[in-house]
């Protein structure tokens, strides 16, 4: 580990910011009737876009040297993140911002649970517990039934599943950068998934019928879905992985904890969505889980085992 200064905390602290105003910009291109495939295509294409000559300049030649095997699993690590961006953005259609943040913000626990199934790795009795905690919280917020200003009103609940769906979906992503990350550096996996994800949403989003809307939009839709690009997708994950030069990946972890309360105080004040007492009880029940299971963590690690690590936020 590098000798800390201010610059890591301060980059936490964008980084936060930055993944916090996820939910917002994209309510505000919804708002501007961009269809949720065609934000989560955007997005990801746009962050590609910028990346392609920083990427194929300083990695060129290790791009070229992939082998079947490693871009296979990019290919499909890509189409797990093109899951979740379409999932996620979608269930922000139907219900609030406070849920469809925290309920995706759970993925750190699907890990957890799918480890064992997966990865063959046992899981402690404190990581258990969490993951019971947060069912139970995901049950408080999710049988309120409000929407808060959500699009559409009518099926909150269908909200709530699309964004745990996303939640599966990028801890199914997480799980495969483990062994993809191992044989690549940071920046050309970022790249390949960035590339892959964006493919099958533009794929999807043709498909589908939402790609049409790509000639009505207006130039205020355009502006929403490129700042999305560019602040938690761009800003927000490059800031996280830059503290995480300096600071261990368990601490960066529980900053990142903080994203869906500063989503719901930005949709407070930007979306005057205000959320329902028990949406507040369960979404505190689940970070409390999240905060179990991440101490667990820190204590299963050995002195050896915390250099750091990549953390690449969802939103």
């Given at each position: 580990?590098?000798?800390?200064?201010?610059?890591?905390?301060?980059?936490?602290?964008?980084?936060?910011?930055?993944?916090?105003?996820?939910?917002?910009?994209?309510?505000?291109?919804?708002?501007?009737?961009?269809?949720?495939l065609l934000i989560a295509a955007w997005r990801v294409t746009v962050a590609a876009l910028i990346l392609t000559p920083f990427v194929w300049s300083r990695h060129g030649a290790e791009l070229r040297a992939l082998r079947a095997p490693q871009l296979g699993l990019a290919i499909l690590s890509g189409a797990f993140l093109a899951a979740h961006?379409?999932?996620?953005?979608?269930?922000?259609?139907?219900?609030?911002?406070?849920?469809?943040?925290?309920?995706?913000?759970?993925?750190?626990?699907?890990?957890?649970?799918?480890?064992?199934?997966?990865?063959?790795?046992?899981?402690?009795?404190?990581?258990?517990?969490?993951?019971?905690?947060?069912?139970?919280?995901?049950?408080?917020?999710?049988?309120?039934?409000?929407?808060?200003?959500?699009?559409?009103?009518?099926?909150?609940?269908?909200?709530?599943?699309?964004?745990?769906?996303?939640?599966?979906?990028?801890?199914?992503?997480?799980?495969?950068?483990?062994?993809?990350?191992?044989?690549?550096?940071?920046?050309?996996?970022?790249?390949?998934?960035?590339?892959?994800?964006?493919?099958?949403?533009?794929?999807?989003?043709?498909?589908?019928?939402?790609?049409?809307?790509?000639?009505?939009?207006?130039?205020?839709?355009?502006?929403?879905?490129?700042?999305?690009?560019?602040?938690?997708?761009?800003?927000?994950?490059?800031?996280?992985?830059?503290?995480?030069?300096?600071?261990?990946?368990?601490?960066?972890?529980?900053?990142?904890?903080?994203?869906?309360?500063?989503?719901?105080?930005?949709?407070?004040?930007?979306?005057?969505?205000?959320?329902?007492?028990?949406?507040?009880?369960?979404?505190?029940?689940?970070?409390?889980?999240?905060?179990?299971?991440?101490?667990?963590?820190?204590?299963?690690?050995?002195?050896?085992?915390?250099?750091?690590?990549?953390?690449?936020?969802?939103?």
């Amino acid at each position: 580990m590098k000798s800390v200064t201010w610059r890591p905390f301060a980059a936490l602290v964008i980084g936060l910011l930055a993944v916090s105003s996820s939910s917002i910009l994209i309510r505000y291109a919804q708002g501007e009737n961009a269809p949720s495939l065609l934000i989560a295509a955007w997005r990801v294409t746009v962050a590609a876009l910028i990346l392609t000559p920083f990427v194929w300049s300083r990695h060129g030649a290790e791009l070229r040297a992939l082998r079947a095997p490693q871009l296979g699993l990019a290919i499909l690590s890509g189409a797990f993140l093109a899951a979740h961006f379409g999932a996620w953005i979608t269930s922000l259609e139907y219900t609030s911002v406070l849920i469809s943040a925290t309920l995706v913000t759970t993925n750190p626990l699907i890990v957890a649970f799918l480890t064992p199934l997966l990865l063959r790795e046992k899981l402690s009795r404190q990581t258990l517990g969490a993951i019971f905690l947060a069912i139970i919280g995901g049950v408080i917020i999710s049988v309120v039934g409000d929407a808060g200003n959500a699009p559409r009103q009518g099926a909150p609940l269908l909200g709530a599943a699309l964004s745990f769906l996303g939640a599966v979906a990028v801890a199914v992503y997480y799980i495969i950068g483990r062994k993809l990350r191992a044989e690549l550096k940071a920046l050309p996996y970022i790249w390949l998934v960035y590339g892959s994800a964006a493919l099958t949403l533009i794929a999807v989003a043709l498909l589908s019928g939402q790609g049409n809307a790509m000639l009505t939009l207006s130039a205020e839709a355009f502006l929403w879905m490129t700042l999305v690009a560019i602040f938690p997708q761009l800003i927000g994950h490059s800031s996280f992985n830059y503290a995480l030069g300096y600071l261990s990946a368990a601490f960066v972890s529980l900053v990142v904890l903080g994203e869906p309360i500063l989503s719901t105080v930005f949709a407070v004040f930007l979306l005057n969505e205000l959320p329902q007492p028990l949406q507040l009880v369960g979404s505190a029940v689940i970070l409390a889980a999240l905060f179990l299971a991440s101490r667990a963590e820190v204590r299963a690690m050995r002195p050896e085992q915390a250099n750091p690590q990549q953390v690449l936020a969802a939103d």
